[in-house]
């Protein structure tokens, strides 16, 4: 329950500021004063509901690491089933229900994921589940809480790491190819994110695995047990690469029918593709790290991966080469691909 409170503090805080600031984040990532005025109200919904977002992701954590994956599983299924059927519902609009647009998309995946967490929070107090929550457990610890700050910081810097690169892209994406392009690559990104939490959900059980087998003294079974997951989640990812690159038109057509806007993201969609499998083995990889205790290499290699690497290379290819949002769209394969490369590499000489 401390790690739910600390989630919670911690999200509410940026949360807040995202609400307030959502105008002069999307101005800071180059948006037009037209596209802030269409994604203002979609940024306010995601910041403010980011707390069911967090909830959702970190209660799964807690269901992996006490060994009851089901849990987690069958959450992100049903958050990401509701999100899915609720997107072209919500933005499209059908019968009754009116056409919200580009807000329909923050109030799908706002109700799915609430969902997920509802479910959660379900099994964690009806008693039944491995992990049990009570009344008693509400009350906050403070050493308990100094404690999972220091564990928890490594983790939370490499994904600061992700994210700060994320937002470059994104700016420059839309620095070069204006809105259209920058709506064209946001409509890219939901629908990977659709397709990555399973990725995710397997990736994150190689963190459990790893901690489980050197927990036992099985130094082994937990080198094993993360190849496994790679070739697993790498067969996933390839499954959604084929998917991605043999039909990304139709798969675009469920979020926009705008042309321009089609154009971009399908573009997207192919050239991120590329690098699917090794996105799929590296996530498998910088997990395994992480249960291992080990997160000073995976925020090294996050740093070199996409501060170092791809974002330099986004700009060249961009900017130098002129090639525009494609070029930002190359780069993010390869960066993934030199980040895996990396990581299977330190992991081989078992460090």
């Known amino acids: 329950m401390q790690c739910i409170w600390?989630?919670?503090?911690?999200?509410?805080?940026?949360?807040?500021?995202?609400?307030?600031?959502?105008?002069?984040?999307?101005?800071?990532?180059?948006?037009?004063p037209a596209t802030v005025e269409m994604g203002l109200p979609y940024t306010r919904i995601m910041m403010g509901s980011s707390v069911v977002i967090m909830l959702l992701f970190?209660?799964?954590?807690?269901?992996?690491?006490?060994?009851d994956a089901s849990?987690?599983?069958?959450?992100?299924?049903l958050a990401n089933v509701l999100n899915i059927v609720l997107c072209p519902l919500l933005i499209n609009g059908w019968g009754p229900v009116p056409a919200f647009g580009l807000t329909g998309a923050a109030l799908a995946t706002t109700i799915g994921r609430s969902a997920g967490v509802v479910y959660q929070l379900?099994?964690?107090?009806?008693?039944?589940?491995?992990?049990?929550l009570t009344a008693a457990s509400l009350k906050a610890e403070w050493d308990l809480i100094k404690s999972l700050v220091k564990i928890a910081w490594p983790a939370t810097l490499q994904f600061i790491i992700a994210s700060c690169s994320w937002i470059f892209l994104a700016q420059l994406v839309a620095?070069?190819?204006?809105?259209?392009?920058?709506?064209?690559?946001?409509?890219?990104?939901?629908?990977?994110?659709f397709f990555l939490l399973p990725a995710w959900g397997i990736s994150n059980a190689a963190t459990t695995l790893v901690g489980q087998?050197?927990?036992?003294?099985?130094s082994?079974?937990?080198?094993?047990?993360?190849?496994?997951?790679?070739?697993y989640n790498a067969a996933f990812m390839g499954a959604v690469s084929v998917l991605f690159l043999g039909f990304p038109g139709w798969v675009v057509g469920f979020f926009t029918e705008i042309p321009e806007v089609h154009?971009?993201?399908?573009?997207?969609l192919r050239i991120i593709a590329c690098g699917y499998i090794f996105y799929g083995v590296g996530m498998v990889l910088i997990n395994a790290f992480n249960g291992a205790g080990d997160t000073r290499r995976p925020t090294i290699i996050n740093v070199f991966g996409f501060w170092t690497f791809q974002i330099p290379l986004a700009y060249l290819l961009a900017k130098y080469f002129e090639w525009g949002p494609t070029g930002v769209f190359i780069a993010i394969p390869i960066a993934e691909t030199a980040i895996t490369i990396a990581a299977f590499i330190l992991f081989k000489k078992g460090r």
Do not use: C, P, W
């Open 71 to 77: 849990i987690a599983m069958r959450s992100l299924v």
């Open 220 to 231: 082994l079974r937990a080198e094993k047990a993360v190849l496994q997951t790679a070739r």
């Open 175 to 193: 620095e070069t190819g204006h809105s259209a392009a920058s709506a064209g690559y946001q409509t890219a990104l939901r629908i990977i994110m």
């Open 263 to 268: 154009a971009y993201a399908v573009s997207a």
């Open 6 to 32: 600390l989630g919670i503090a911690i999200i509410l805080l940026f949360g807040t500021a995202g609400v307030v600031y959502a105008g002069d984040i999307l101005r800071l990532m180059g948006a037009e």
């Open 213 to 218: 087998s050197l927990g036992a003294g099985d």
């Open 122 to 132: 379900y099994h964690l107090f009806n008693g039944k589940s491995i992990v049990k």
């Open 58 to 67: 970190l209660i799964n954590g807690i269901f992996r690491g006490a060994g």
